[in-house]
């Protein structure tokens, strides 16, 4: 075969590197491309695909062969939340207004939906945030007041933040 000339059908018309344009009986050769996904691909969770091949035997005819084929794209849904306090030390009997500071991120490759964050302990830092695209973020700030009342005194605040990706 001569002529080879190797298309892709679906994917806007990526550029199809061949080695070669010719090939001898038996011979076969890989043909490849580069299609970046799209944050619609993992969306939907896969690319499908269609090539055709075609090319020109002996007595001038056209040969030609299509194939399809269908890629999964994993979606992974993550988030990440870092709470902070400003003072991070409090003076023992002394009333002290703490600021907490909360920061979520959207660090899976798919957006979330129903995004909370909760604070068992300090309930000015729940926040209904909605949705949360790839890679953004939100931060969360509220104040609470304490009194440490001896030196063994420790308060333990956690912020949950959670999320709800494209498949629940």
Excluded: R
Excluded at 31 to 53: E, L, M, R
Excluded at 83 to 105: F, M, Q
Excluded at 134 to 146: E, G, K, M
Excluded at 153 to 165: E, L, S, Y
């Amino acid at each position: 075969l001569v002529d080879i000339d190797v298309e892709d059908l679906d994917l806007g018309g990526i550029d199809v590197a061949c080695p070669k344009t010719a090939l001898a009986v038996g011979e076969s050769m890989t043909c490849t491309a580069a299609y970046p996904v799209t944050q619609d691909d993992i969306n939907t969770g896969s690319v499908y695909n269609c090539a055709v091949a075609a090319g020109l035997d002996p007595i001038e005819t056209i040969v030609s062969d299509e194939d399809c084929f269908e890629t999964d794209i994993p979606q992974s849904p993550s988030i990440d939340v870092v709470k902070s306090a400003e003072p991070e030390i409090l003076l023992v009997g002394e009333a002290t207004e703490v600021k907490w500071t909360i920061d979520v991120d959207n660090t899976g490759n798919v957006p979330l939906s129903d995004v909370t964050i909760t604070d068992p302990l300090v309930a000015s830092c729940d926040l209904i945030v909605g949705e949360l695209a790839v890679a953004a973020s939100v931060t969360q700030t509220c104040t609470s007041t304490h009194t440490p009342d001896g030196l063994a005194w420790t308060f333990t605040n956690v912020a949950i933040a959670t999320g709800v990706g494209p498949d629940g």
